[in-house]
């Protein structure tokens, strides 16, 4: 598909995913949109970023779709729930955007990663943009929820050097009021990994009051100790640099008096992992 005509003059890289971005793709036609998700040749990012260190393995760049299916509470980046929020770019142009970095990636050990967002909502154009960066030899990362994992066979699991896989509670009930979604197809996606060998790195979200349950963090440190492919866990302290957002797009923010955990609560949350087998940082 070619790239359209009336794109939006909205430059794809951006200093980071914190930047509000909404509509970029609202002038594509529905059919058009449709096609794109059904032969990835045209994806919706937010933005490309560069110079991450806390997406992956090494210096990262990011590029960060749009659309996903879940309703996190604690979600930074709400803007990105719409898929048409993103700017439409071919993936021929995605491609371009990577390689003028490749080189780069390759002398500091760094690499690609898709986030979102939830890049599988995207899962024809995020397959073919992380064979893309495989092919010029870059390291390739996908952070996921997984919920989509079923839509990617065996062999498209393989172009993904890593999968940084949120894990957000423990619980069916407690995974729905927190996400609005079944925890399930992520734990079998975990466990699917497992067993075609492919590494994992858990993203966990630690947030006062919600999801610091010890019994919680217990059964999750239990769960990925025993997958055998985690090689480590990173607690990711929670934070307000979203909340703008949720309130530009007038959506009902819940979090609003929650505060960030404490070092020594993200040191405890760390320990719990540990103890279980696992690298926790
Ligand atoms: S899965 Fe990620 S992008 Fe989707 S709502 Fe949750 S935190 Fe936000």
Not at 197 to 213: A, H, K, Q
Request: charged share 20%; aromatic share 8%.
């Amino acid at each position: 598909m070619p790239e359209p005509a009336h794109a939006p003059a909205t430059p794809l890289a951006a200093p980071n995913p914190f930047v509000l971005r909404v509509n970029l793709g609202n002038a594509i036609p529905e059919t058009d949109v449709r096609t794109a998700l059904e032969t990835g040749d045209m994806g919706f990012l937010h933005s490309f970023t560069t110079g991450s260190t806390v997406d992956g393995p090494g210096v990262r760049v990011v590029a960060w779709t749009t659309g996903c299916m879940w309703r996190c509470r604690y979600c930074h980046n709400p803007d990105t729930w719409t898929v048409t929020n993103g700017i439409p770019v071919s993936v021929a142009n995605a491609t371009a955007e990577l390689a003028k970095y490749r080189h780069g990636l390759k002398v500091m050990s760094g690499g690609f990663t898709l986030s979102g967002g939830e890049p599988l909502m995207q899962h024809r154009f995020a397959i073919k943009l992380i064979t893309a960066a495989r092919q010029m030899g870059i390291h390739t990362t996908m952070e996921t929820n997984g919920y989509y994992g079923e839509k990617l066979s065996d062999d498209e699991l393989s172009t993904i050097d890593l999968v940084m896989l949120g894990i957000k509670t423990w619980g069916a009930d407690k995974h729905r009021a927190l996400t609005g979604m079944d925890i399930a197809p992520t734990l079998a996606f975990a466990k699917r990994l497992a067993a075609l060998g492919r590494p994992i790195w858990v993203r966990f979200v630690l947030v006062p009051g919600l999801t610091d349950d010890p019994a919680d963090l217990a059964q999750i440190a239990g769960f990925a100790a025993g997958l055998g492919n985690v090689e480590r866990v990173e607690v990711l302290p929670f934070h307000q640099m979203g909340r703008f957002k949720w309130e530009k797009l007038e959506r009902t923010y819940t979090l609003q008096d929650a505060l960030p955990p404490t070092v020594e609560a993200c040191q405890h949350a760390c320990d719990v992992f540990r103890k279980a087998g696992l690298v926790a940082h």
